[in-house]
Nanobody
Framework: QVQLVESGGGLVQAGGSLRLSCAAS????????MGWFRQAPGKEREFVAA????????DYADSVKGRFTISRSNAKNTVYMQMNSLKPEDTAVYYC????????????????WGQGTQVTVSS
């Protein structure tokens, strides 16, 4: 089992940047695929980015491609998401998730979730 704790959220102006971190407990972090999802008020949770357990595969939602970058440090049991050129529509609670088995971008393939961190982008 793994526990996830997100950090790095906050209030930023449009065009600004934030770096989210997700610290994982447990000795098997390196075997988990990791993902970032977000949920805006009144909307369903949506996929943002994912990285495979090897770090060799990454995927992004079309809405964030070219602006967000996911990375991981298995030595630090941490996954990151660098968010640049933020837009008001990026405002949401961002969740980190860990998944065993097949690498995927769908939420149902992720077994463990953090509590989320709020990102607010002002116009």
């Amino acid at each position: 089992q793994v526990q996830l704790v997100e950090s790095g959220g906050g209030l930023v102006q449009a065009g600004g940047s934030l770096r989210l971190s997700c610290a994982a407990s447990g000795r098997t972090f390196s075997s988990y695929n990791m993902g970032w999802f977000r949920q805006a008020p009144g909307k369903e949770r949506e996929f943002v980015a994912a990285i495979s357990w090897t770090g060799h595969n990454t995927d992004y939602a079309d809405s964030v491609k070219g602006r967000f970058t996911i990375s991981r440090s298995n030595a630090k049991n941490t996954v990151y998401m660098q968010m640049n050129s933020l837009k008001p529509e990026d405002t949401a609670v961002y969740y980190c998730a860990a998944g065993e088995g097949t690498y995927a971008t769908t939420a149902r393939m992720y077994n463990y979730w953090g509590q989320g961190t709020q990102v607010t982008v002002s116009s």
